[in-house]
């Protein structure tokens, strides 16, 4: 889970620092390598050349006026809608209250707290089991859309023109992305695998495997492809389950 912190008083940052390793240490690494802001046009510039990712922000709302980070929340959302917003301030729990419906911020957290670190790990703890939650977030020409990994049959890649069709369930949903890409984002969220150089598996999904045809049989009734390089690779995973 990728955290970013934005807090415009660096002694601040150091706090949450300090709070975010001790954490680590105790829970094995669970909140990953933070990255910490002073500057607003840092977090931005961070946001965009990260876009793929999906990232859990700390924002510090500095001003009652103008309300900095709930422009930069937009400014987040706008690029990744699923991006995970935690407001932090000094701000009274009605006023925050109002910002976060606003913004559509997972929780906030009043520094002037006797309970803030706990109310810190209650709400990192509540973004993370969104983060790493079994889905996948795939992106269309003029969409993002959340898929349970679970759902997912398989993954083809057309020939002819390198466009990416995911199927599931529901239906199949035509992305933006490459097999590369998918299969590492998929990694700890169920049984996929290459079964050629054009198409990803659920092996879950696999109802029978013809070694003669060199094919796999989908629940859903389609018959997939597996390739000779790959064949006791396919195999032997759809075997073992």
């Known amino acids: 889970m990728r955290i970013v912190v934005y807090d415009d008083n660096k002694e601040f940052l150091d706090f949450i ?3 975010l390793d001790k954490i680590n240490t105790k829970k094995e690494n669970i909140f990953g390598s933070p990255v910490y ?3 607003e046009n840092e977090v931005k510039e961070y946001v965009s050349e990260n876009k793929e990712h ?3 922000f700390l924002l510090d709302i500095m001003d009652d006026n103008t309300t900095v980070g709930y422009e930069l929340a937009k400014y987040i959302k706008a690029i990744e809608p699923c ?3 935690i407001y932090v301030s000094d ?3 009605d006023y925050l209250s109002k910002i976060d419906e606003q913004a559509d911020s997972l929780a906030f957290v009043q520094k002037k707290n006797d309970n803030f670190c706990n109310a810190l790990v209650k709400a990192l ?5 969104q983060v790493t939650g079994k889905v996948l977030i795939v992106e269309g020409k003029n ?3 959340r898929v349970k990994c679970e759902d997912i049959l398989y ?3 057309i020939k002819e023109t390198d466009k990416i069709i995911l199927f599931h369930k529901n239906g199949d949903v035509h992305i933006r992305d490459t097999l590369k890409s998918i299969i590492s984002r998929l990694e700890g969220k169920g049984v996929f695998l290459y079964s050629s150089r054009d198409f990803i598996v659920n092996a879950k999904e696999v109802l029978e495997i013809d070694k003669h045809r060199r094919t796999l049989l989908i629940s859903n009734g389609e018959y997939i492809p597996f390739s000779r390089d790959r064949k006791k690779e396919v195999i032997e995973c759809i075997s073992s389950l």
Not at 125 to 129: G, M, P, Q, R
């Open 17 to 19: 620092k300090d709070i």
């Open 37 to 39: 802001f002073s500057q």
């Open 54 to 56: 999906l990232m859990v």
């Open 83 to 85: 991006n995970i917003i």
């Open 91 to 93: 701000f009274s729990d």
């Open 125 to 129: 703890t509540l973004a993370h089991s």
């Open 143 to 145: 969409f993002l859309k």
């Open 155 to 157: 993954i083809e890649k």
